[in-house]
């Protein structure tokens, strides 16, 4: 049974950073996109970050390119996302999320880790 579990989420102040851990279990990610997406109050859930797996090619989302850094551990079949300068804007849900190389369709998704960015 594939299992994505979300963890490092927490409360900070504007400026501050966070490192959000991503552990995957199941199979085998060799040919898979790895993203972060996150989900606002009242909002849709957006894209944050992906990485190719067995590659070093990420790509952001335009308001946190710069800021933020995708990246995985593949030993320890984990991604991670580190957040610096984080703003109250970036307070949401962040999830986990995966999919096959083939398909734009995300085959797995963690339950979520909050992140609140006080001013």
């Known amino acids: 049974q594939v299992q994505l579990v979300e963890s490092g989420g927490g409360l900070v102040q504007a400026g501050g950073s966070l490192r959000l851990s991503c552990a995957a279990s199941?199979?085998?990610?060799?040919?898979?996109?790895m993203a972060w997406f996150r989900q606002a109050p009242g909002k849709e859930r957006e894209f944050v970050a992906g990485?190719?797996?067995?590659?070093?090619?990420?790509n952001y989302a335009g308001s946190v390119k710069g800021r933020f850094t995708i990246s995985r551990d593949n030993a320890k079949n984990t991604l991670y996302l580190q957040m610096n300068s984080l703003k109250p804007d970036d307070t949401a849900v962040y999830y986990c999320?995966?999919?096959?190389?083939?398909?734009?369709?995300?085959?797995?998704w963690g339950r979520g880790t909050q992140v609140t960015v006080s001013s």
């Open positions: 999320a995966a999919r096959s190389l083939s398909t734009s369709v995300y085959d797995y």
């Open positions: 199941g199979r085998t990610f060799s040919n898979y996109f």
């Open positions: 990485i190719v797996w067995t590659s070093d090619w990420t």
